[in-house]
Nanobody
Framework: VQLQASGGGLVQAGGSLRLSCAVS????????MAWSRQAPGKEREFVAF????????AYADSVKGRFTISRDNAKDTVYLQMISLKPEDTAVYYC???????????????????WGKGTQVTVSS
């Protein structure tokens, strides 16, 4: 299974970006999917999660109301729409997937089976 994140870039504070993560191999519709991020000198942190059906989502408090996770099971892709970006959102963003036997809402990053290479998001002030 391969995960390819894209869509990162440089944006001014208050701007928007949409990240995409294309998944190949396996059965995407059985994967719970998550986005995480890691800023320089900090540990990787959870950002958002979406269940295999898309019916359950979860967000870190720091991004609630600004970020939206979604998925298109026909395109084997998960998205992260980010608005009202802040300099503190600057980080490398990673997508991850977990094989779920049911529509779990659990969003423990430690339980993820697959990880992609990250995409850099830089928000200037």
């Amino acid at each position: 299974v391969q995960l390819q994140a894209s869509g990162g870039g440089l944006v001014q504070a208050g701007g928007s970006l949409r990240l995409s993560c294309a998944v190949s191999g396996g059965i995407f519709s059985t994967y719970g999917m998550a986005w995480s991020r890691q800023a320089p000198g900090k540990e990787r942190e959870f950002v958002a999660f979406i269940s295999r059906s898309g019916g359950r989502t979860a967000y870190a408090d720091s991004v609630k109301g600004r970020f939206t996770i979604s998925r298109d099971n026909a395109k084997d892709t998960v998205y992260l729409q980010m608005i009202s970006l802040k300099p503190e959102d600057t980080a490398v963003y990673y997508c991850a997937g977990r094989v779920d036997t049911y529509d779990s809402g659990r969003y423990d990053l430690n339980g993820m089976n697959y990880w992609g290479k990250g995409t850099q998001v830089t928000v200037s002030s």
